[in-house]
């Protein structure tokens, strides 16, 4: 299956990364919530939409990031998914692109992506701003991945949310929830 061009740069990145950070591709931005899937994942939980490709996980809680497969657009987007196994919300359209996913993790990372859920207002802020209990791991990490994939911080806005609720969510395939 060929790579969308952003998730390939990702695995550019990571390659070069481990090398730094001296770990596999796969778990060089484990510290940042962001466990890459090698190779992509077409069905991971029964709440996973049949019909997108998981690219990677947070780690916590079967929380996984996916993108639309076969969706074609005119202007290069590609939403992202976010599925939370334990919650009632099972599945957010959380970016439209790689870039907007890659950007909502600029200050903090992705593992905390899932307190949209749980938690909106608490984690609306959070996202906003570096957090100070990080540790020097992690950072390191973000600051490899801010400069590598020319991120810029554009933390989750519930309305951008919404948005992209309307827009995308229709698309997905998800399966009844089993008995």
């Known amino acids: 299956m060929k790579l969308?061009?952003?998730l390939e740069k990702l695995h550019q990145v990571a390659d070069a990364a481990a090398i730094q950070f001296e770990t596999?591709?796969?778990?060089?931005?484990?510290?940042?919530?962001?466990i890459l899937e090698t190779p992509q994942i077409?069905?991971?939980y029964w709440c996973t939409p049949a019909n997108v490709v998981t690219f990677a996980s947070t780690g916590g809680d079967g929380v996984h990031y996916s993108y639309l497969k076969d969706f074609v657009s005119a202007n290069g987007t590609l939403p992202?998914?976010?599925?939370?196994?334990s919650a009632d919300e099972n599945n957010v359209v959380i970016a439209e692109s790689f870039e907007?996913?890659?950007?909502?993790?600029?200050y903090v990372g992705w593992y905390s992506l899932?307190?949209?859920?749980?938690?909106e207002e608490e984690a609306i802020g959070y996202f906003t701003e570096p957090d100070e209990e990080h540790h020097d791991?992690?950072?390191?990490r973000l600051e490899y991945m801010r400069e590598a994939l020319q991120m810029r911080p554009v933390p989750p806005q519930m309305a951008r949310?919404?948005?992209l609720l309307e827009q995308y969510f229709d698309l997905l395939l998800i399966a009844e929830l089993p008995e």
């Not at 596999?24 to 962001?34: I, Q, T, Y």
């Not at 791991?137 to 390191?140: A, G, I, R, T």
């Open 161 to 163: 949310l919404a948005k």
């Open 80 to 85: 992202i998914v976010m599925t939370l196994p």
């Open 42 to 44: 077409e069905q991971q």
């Open 114 to 119: 899932e307190q949209l859920v749980y938690q």
């Open 137 to 140: 791991d992690e950072e390191s």
């Open 100 to 106: 907007e996913f890659f950007n909502l993790g600029y």
């Open 24 to 34: 596999s591709a796969d778990m060089v931005f484990e510290p940042c919530g962001l």
């Open 4 to 6: 969308p061009v952003q």
